[in-house]
């Protein structure tokens, strides 16, 4: 018998790529400098939080000395937020919330665990669409539930009803989705909404039980080109929004989120003394007082999205320059492109070796693809425009891969001049058939 769990034991030893990806990262940044290694492997975002976060914390400090300022409360949060949340909200989600309605919680992650720790039975099912982030896998498995992946369209990265239905088996509790989506920056249409809200009506019918809809929301406020995030809230009675302050104030460390029941929910009351009580078991009691105190005074501001916005652009002219297949991301700050060459993680590893760090699809649940996540300054983007080039040169006929894989690097040079003579030949082709370029609207491909 070993010092720790067994389950535990086995996740330390396959370590999420994200944490991997972040290691290999610190060493070459400490081996090479900084300015050296195009980081994209962590959704932290650098931007500063809005001025509201600032004022909120100095008003808080002007009353931090009276007694019980960091004290306990009750543990859904401060009940004078909770109704300004759900006054937020109401105007958010387009239906009509009270404060009985939300609970605060420890970021996002803290909703979601005492949320399936509410709902889930050891050996219940909880169906995602992948690729996912990958934290859901080990949330479920925290209560003795199981994560089952969907496939999606990989042109889109939208979810298919029907898929949806032919997963659902009676140990089905929830369904768990994300829009807009890391990793692939997908914001599901409303008619998409809809008709999953219909195959979970029919199927909790059929299987006698209902079952969950949980929206997981922290990019909420980061769509692109008009784009609108439908609410589950007023399609689906068991729906469930989550969401948190991390990316849209920038304070991932403040650990601030909320949970958000639709209004007509049969027995909400139930449902929300069970999430106060397990907000509070798992040992997260209650959001910190600090965080509560900024949301309260910053709630509706966010980050400068207007930078993202051009850093997204700037990202999608260099991954187009070297000659990646991608889906432009509609929401939130991550680029999902196809691995070249199919090999998600030899290929992640090889663009580690042209100091660029990005994360295998593996590691989301879709191997084959890699994702970059552009909360970075717009210089590191376009710095990487080498080492994507370099890496993807490898990748591209088979015997580039057999060369890598088998460690003949010193071919690479040969191999990039055969591919750019490849490349040319097939631009002269394409052009002598007047071929349209393949990439259309939101959909670019090599
Ligand atoms: C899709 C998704 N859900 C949840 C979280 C957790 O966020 P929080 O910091 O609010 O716990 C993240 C964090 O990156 C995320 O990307």
């Known amino acids: 018998m070993g010092i720790l769990a067994n389950s535990v034991a086995g996740y330390l030893h396959n370590a999420s790529w994200i944490r991997r990806m972040f290691e ?61 949340l759900a006054d937020y909200l109401t105007k958010e989600q387009g239906v009509s919330l009270t404060a009985n309605d939300v609970i605060l919680s420890c970021g996002a992650a803290g909703a979601l665990n005492a949320f399936l720790r509410a709902v889930i039975d050891p050996g219940d099912e909880m169906l995602c669409f992948a690729p996912y982030f990958v934290e859901y896998g080990f949330y479920v498995a925290n209560y003795g539930g199981n994560l089952k992946a969907i496939k999606t369209d990989e042109s889109t990265f939208e979810p298919d009803p029907e898929s949806l239905r032919k997963a659902i088996s009676p140990q089905t509790k929830v369904l768990l989705i994300n829009s807009p989506n890391n990793p692939t920056g997908a914001v599901y249409s409303k008619e998409t909404l809809v008709a999953l809200a219909a195959v979970l009506s029919e199927k909790s019918a059929e299987i006698g039980h209902p079952i969950w809809l949980v929206s997981d929301e922290p990019y909420r406020f980061l769509a692109y080109d008009g784009v609108s995030v439908p609410s589950v809230l007023p399609l689906y009675p068991y729906s469930v929004c989550v969401s948190s302050f991390s990316k849209n104030l ?197």
């Open 24 to 84: 290999a990262g610190a060493k070459l940044k400490a081996e090479y400098g900084n300015d050296k290694v195009q980081d994209f492997s962590l959704g932290n975002p650098d931007l500063p939080a809005p001025s509201a976060v600032y004022e909120g914390l100095e008003k808080f400090l002007a009353h931090a000395r009276e007694p019980f300022a960091f004290g306990y409360m009750s543990n859904a949060g401060f009940p004078w937020l909770r109704e300004k």
């Open 250 to 446: 920038s304070l991932p460390g403040e650990r601030l989120g909320y949970a958000a029941l639709a209004p007509d929910l049969p027995e909400k009351e139930t449902v929300i003394a069970a999430l106060t009580l397990t907000n509070r078991i798992l040992g997260y009691v209650n959001p910190p007082v600090v965080g509560q105190q900024i949301m309260g005074h910053a709630l509706g501001s966010h980050v400068d999205k207007s930078i993202y916005e051009k850093r997204r652009k700037a990202m999608a002219e260099v991954l187009t320059q070297a000659g990646y297949s991608y889906v432009m991301p509609k929401g939130a700050f991550y680029f999902f492109p196809k691995a070249p060459g199919g090999d998600d993680v030899a290929f992640v590893n090889a663009l580690a070796k042209e100091l660029v760090l990005a994360v295998p699809g593996s590691g989301f649940g879709l191997p084959g693809y890699f994702r970059l996540a552009f909360c970075v300054d717009e210089t590191v983007i376009r710095a990487a425009l080498p080492g994507f080039t370099k890496a993807r040169a490898l990748f591209t006929k088979w015997w580039h891969i057999s060369c890598y894989k088998k460690g003949k690097t010193e071919n690479f040079s040969w191999a990039l001049f055969v591919w750019r003579i490849d490349h040319a030949l097939v631009t002269l082709y394409r052009r002598n058939r007047h071929e349209e370029p393949k990439c259309r609207h939101e959909c670019y491909r090599e």
